[in-house]
């Protein structure tokens, strides 16, 4: 039988890639991804975790001991005061895998990828999830918080809204894309866009300017090469690529 391919499955299947020891989650939620992912020593950021029933045992720090070893880290703040207050945690940490899940908008997005850079180990990869909106209403940018975007939904004024948002983090990956040789890029047309970044030459070198500027309509025209969009089965290639 086939398995369902989403984030969580392309995670597992990069940690066994490159058989990695070290993982960052950023923005964690329900912990729905994060306690699935299989890898011995986890980090997990979010302000306001969301678990429930035996997940919410994992805040135990005593029964976290008893169950886990304490080989899952929980942080409940924010991913800029998490990097500003555990650098030296993260000096040693030196993530293999990072994923980058938390507030969807560019400006966030972005730095949460360059601190994640900043700490990643020589073979790390950094995997960032809703990268690939597929309308304007799941696009609707935000300054600071969710909570914008659902008071605007709340009073209609979000046309064709369905409750599903990605937000413009799509931009984050544009910038990247223009911005950094050494990067490799690509995002998995699946799960609203999943994109993997890796340390290798990006051949996908982008020149777009004004990334501020851009809406819904510019990725429209430009998502193939803009994300490096890939179908889901390209993962098979690039677990290749990465193999250690
Ligand atoms: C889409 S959910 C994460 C889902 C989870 N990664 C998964 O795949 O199941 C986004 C989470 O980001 C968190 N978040 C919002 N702002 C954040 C920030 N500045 N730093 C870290 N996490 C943030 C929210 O609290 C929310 O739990």
Known sequence: MERKMNRLS?????????????YIEIGVNTGEVFFSVHVRQK??????????GRAKLHRIPQVRKLLYKNHEHFYEMSSDDFFAEQSELMEKFKPDLSFIDGLHTYGQTYKDVMNCLKYLSPKGV???????PICPAFETPAVHSIQEVLDKANKGEIPGWTGNWSGDVWKAIVRLQCE???LSIFTLDIDWGVTIITRKNNANKLSVKDIDSLNYKDLDQNRVKWL????????EELIQGLTC
């Open 10 to 22: 392309i995670i597992n299947s990069v940690a066994q890639a490159i058989k990695a020891q070290t």
């Open 43 to 52: 980090i997990a950021v979010d302000p306001h975790f969301k678990f429930s």
């Open 126 to 132: 950094i995997i960032v999830h809703d990268t690939n």
């Open 180 to 182: 950094r040789e050494d």
């Open 228 to 235: 490096n969009l890939k179908k889901p089965d390209f993962l």
